[in-house]
């Protein structure tokens, strides 16, 4: 937040600035979204839905899980939340208690850690690296419970900072041992559908107790419109059901509609994930060219996670200087990885092909 900070003030000033640090794709919702949106507004009254979400919005849903997946799920498990930040709400506090300690990847998104420590729970974070394509797997797990009893595990693949993405393999191995063991097993697919190499799979390919946090932000490129979905064990909907209720009433009835529409729009979203797979091949071609030559795995979503560390052990001050001095915004890891994160950067590629090619030509003329 920094950065974006100063990036505003820069820009303020007449400074042209690339920005590569905002985790939100470049292009407007779908065009059927926003026309289903505006119909909804002409007709008038929008209010209150059910609070799981509208029924033809979560019918949509578990045809997307059959259609992607193969998978079958019903729609009485499906929740329709007020973007993916409502759902982890949500679980924390339908599944666990005060006290209980939740794994997390380390890197990885700093929100889920700041969200379970406001509710009065304790993340629990492994560091990973290359030796398990920084992936969990049941070995972190049984390391984690010797320093006390693991009551969840949370995994985002592909991932939020790195891009990479769990094997299916890998994926299975650490829920089938969370089933075994009894933990709960919450799988973030936020970035599904953007998957450059690799194949994706849905944590619900290998166990019905697996709890899915999804959203309409990412591929759908709906972020500002704050609609969400969760899929659930049978035992945890009316749970979810009633926090809802008490807690947000529903997800926004108008996005809502316009997300059911975003479900039909795959040749438009495709033609847009296009672009972000132009810009990874760009950056993967360029950046080690310039003097970034340790990059993490960028499997999917539209971040590369550089390695830094031939620059400088701290990342805040490279990227401050780097927006000063290159006109180029980046992401500090400090926040992803408060162990080894000031020696690595997170950059979008989110944006244009043109402002791809104009950040690595300030880059390499300020590292020279």
């Known amino acids: 937040m920094e950065v974006l900070s100063e990036a505003a003030r820069l820009e303020a000033e007449g400074r042209r600035i690339i920005h590569m640090e905002v985790g939100q794709p470049g292009a407007p919702a779908p065009v059927a979204a926003?026309?289903?949106?505006?119909?909804?507004?002409?007709?008038?009254?929008?209010?209150?839905?059910?609070?799981?979400?509208?029924?033809?919005l979560r019918q949509g849903l578990s045809r997307h899980y059959l259609a992607t997946y193969g998978v079958e799920v019903p729609e009485a498990r499906i929740a329709v939340t007020t973007g993916s930040s409502a759902g982890f709400n949500l679980i924390f506090l339908a599944a666990f208690n005060p006290g209980d300690r939740i794994v997390l990847t380390s890197p990885g998104y700093p929100a889920y850690r700041n969200i379970?420590?406001?509710?009065?729970?304790?993340?629990?974070?492994?560091?990973?690296?290359?030796?398990?394509?920084?992936?969990?797997?049941?070995?972190?797990?049984?390391?984690?419970?010797?320093?006390?009893?693991?009551?969840?595990?949370?995994?985002?693949?592909?991932?939020?900072?790195?891009?990479?993405?769990?094997?299916?393999?890998?994926?299975?191995?650490?829920?089938?041992?969370?089933?075994?063991?009894?933990?709960?097993?919450?799988?973030?697919?936020?970035?599904?559908?953007?998957?450059?190499?690799?194949?994706?799979?849905?944590?619900?390919?290998?166990?019905?107790?697996?709890?899915?946090?999804?959203?309409?932000?990412?591929y759908f490129c709906m972020t500002g419109w704050r609609i969400g979905w969760m899929v659930l064990p049978?035992?945890?909907?009316?749970?979810?059901?009633?926090?809802?209720?008490?807690?947000?009433i529903s997800a926004p009835g108008l996005s809502q509609v316009a997300a059911e529409a975003a479900l039909g729009a795959g040749r438009e979203l495709e033609i847009v994930k296009a672009g972000y797979a132009a810009n990874r091949k760009l950056l993967l071609d360029g950046l080690p060219k310039i003097g970034f030559d340790k990059l993490l795995p960028v499997d999917g979503a539209f971040y590369v996670y550089a390695d830094i560390s031939r620059f400088t052990n701290d990342s805040l001050a490279f990227t401050k200087a780097m927006l000063a001095e290159a006109g180029v915004a980046g992401t500090p890891g400090a926040d992803f990885?408060?162990?080894?994160?000031?020696?690595?950067?997170?950059?979008?590629?989110?944006?244009?092909?043109?402002?791809?090619?104009?950040a690595l030509a300030a880059l390499g003329a300020w590292l020279r």
Not at 173 to 189: K, N, Q
């Open 116 to 218: 379970l420590k406001a509710l009065g729970l304790v993340p629990v974070e492994v560091e990973v690296g290359e030796d398990s394509r920084w992936s969990l797997t049941p070995e972190h797990l049984e390391a984690a419970r010797r320093d006390g009893p693991v009551h969840g595990v949370l995994v985002a693949s592909p991932a939020n900072p790195t891009g990479t993405m769990m094997t299916p393999e890998a994926l299975e191995a650490l829920v089938t041992y969370c089933d075994r063991e009894g933990i709960w097993f919450i799988s973030d697919e936020i970035y599904h559908g953007l998957v450059y190499q690799g194949t994706q799979e849905t944590a619900l390919r290998f166990s019905d107790r697996a709890i899915i946090i999804n959203s309409f932000s990412k």
């Open 337 to 358: 990885d408060q162990i080894n994160g000031a020696r690595f950067m997170r950059l979008s590629f989110a944006g244009t092909t043109g402002d791809m090619e104009t």
């Open 34 to 56: 926003r026309e289903a949106a505006i119909r909804a507004l002409e007709d008038g009254r929008i209010g209150y839905t059910q609070a799981l979400g509208i029924p033809s």
């Open 234 to 248: 049978e035992d945890l909907v009316r749970p979810v059901e009633k926090l809802t209720q008490s807690l947000y």
